[in-house]
């Protein structure tokens, strides 16, 4: 049996398009029926049922083809483990056309090379993100969540709970909230009414 191209394409979120990447992999020489996706999965999660259909696809002497190496792993750990199982059963891997024998000393090194640049990539995204958060939220531009009810709303709420007519989940339902809502309302008038107490108790 001669040795086979599979194909692997990711992409992170539901909203991204894998199109650009399929039409590279058909580039590369892979044919459709052999290429495998994983939508709206991130690198870094290693339970991806495309990557294993791929993986099962291949055989001893096949090729595993993807267009980035950031495509197939985004950290060093989990660019060693799939290195480590192709080694195990001979199947090499292709970059965007670049080929690395993981069973070969050189060919190994260069794929931890760049598994290591990859995890380093993926390092420098989520450091910022988290300074672009920092940023918004100095700016105002982050708020955090915004309360379900509004002051009235939430007074009205504890009210007809306390007035004995209506219970706990029929009064989360005419709001549209959930019950734990409704109990934090409830929680937050009894210590306003405490604190107000307390104040006018000092005052005399």
């Known amino acids: 049996m001669s040795a086979l191209l599979v194909g692997y394409a990711r992409c992170s979120t ?29 690198g870094t999660n290693r339970e991806r049922p495309g990557l294993r259909e791929a993986l099962a696809a291949c055989r001893a002497g096949d090729t ?39 069973t070969d000393a050189v060919g190994r090194l260069l794929f931890n090379v760049l598994a290591m640049v990859a995890e380093f990539e993926s390092d420098l995204i989520r450091l910022r993100t988290r300074e672009g958060m920092k940023v918004a939220k100095a700016k105002g531009r982050l708020r955090g969540k915004q ?10 709420l504890v009210s007809l709970v306390h007035s004995g007519e209506y219970s706990t989940a029929e009064v989360a339902e005419l709001f549209g909230v959930g019950r734990s809502t409704v109990y934090r309302a409830i929680e937050r008038q009894r210590v306003e009414a405490r604190a107000g107490q307390v104040e006018k108790t000092s005052r005399r």
């Open 14 to 42: 539901d909203q991204q398009d894998l199109t650009a990447q399929r039409d590279a992999l058909l580039g590369l020489g892979v044919e459709a029926e052999r290429i495998y996706v994983d939508h709206g999965l991130t």
């Open 64 to 102: 595993l083809v993807v267009t980035k190496l950031d495509r197939l792993a985004r950290s060093l750990p989990d660019a060693r483990a799939i290195a480590d199982e192709l080694t195990a059963r001979q199947i090499s891997l292709s970059l965007g056309g670049s080929v690395y024998d993981p």
């Open 147 to 156: 309360p379900k009810l509004n002051g009235r709303q939430e007074a009205h």
